[in-house]
Nanobody, 118 residues
Framework: QVQLVESGGGLVQAGDSLRLSCAASGRTFSSYPMDWFRQAPGKEREFVASISASGGSTYYAGSVKGRFTISRDNAKNTVYLQMSSLKPEDTAIYYC???????????WGQGTQVTVSS
């Protein structure tokens, strides 16, 4: 069992930066690839970024590549999403997820709201 708690969301202006954190409980955190997803009002949840269990591999959605950076600290049971050059279209609830077999998300956090004003 893994419990995930996101934090770091808020209201920022276009062009600003923000760092999200996702703190995990449970000794198995370091064995899970971790993902960030987001869901804007009226839209489906979409993939943002993923990181392998060791942190050695990362992958990004095209819409955020070059602006967002995913990282993790397995000693702190935490995964991060550093967001820069934020745009109004980045406004969404951001969720972290622990990925199981086949990339299916086994555990979700409750989400943190990010609002980018123009």
């Amino acid at each position: 069992q893994v419990q995930l708690v996101e934090s770091g969301g808020g209201l920022v202006q276009a062009g600003d930066s923000l760092r999200l954190s996702c703190a995990a409980s449970g000794r198995t955190f370091s064995s899970y690839p971790m993902d960030w997803f987001r869901q804007a009002p009226g839209k489906e949840r979409e993939f943002v970024a993923s990181i392998s269990a060791s942190g050695g591999s990362t992958y990004y959605a095209g819409s955020v590549k070059g602006r967002f950076t995913i990282s993790r600290d397995n000693a702190k049971n935490t995964v991060y999403l550093q967001m820069s050059s934020l745009k109004p279209e980045d406004t969404a609830i951001y969720y972290c997820g622990a990925a199981g077999i086949g990339g299916h998300i086994d555990y979700w956090g409750q989400g943190t709201q990010v609002t980018v004003s123009s």
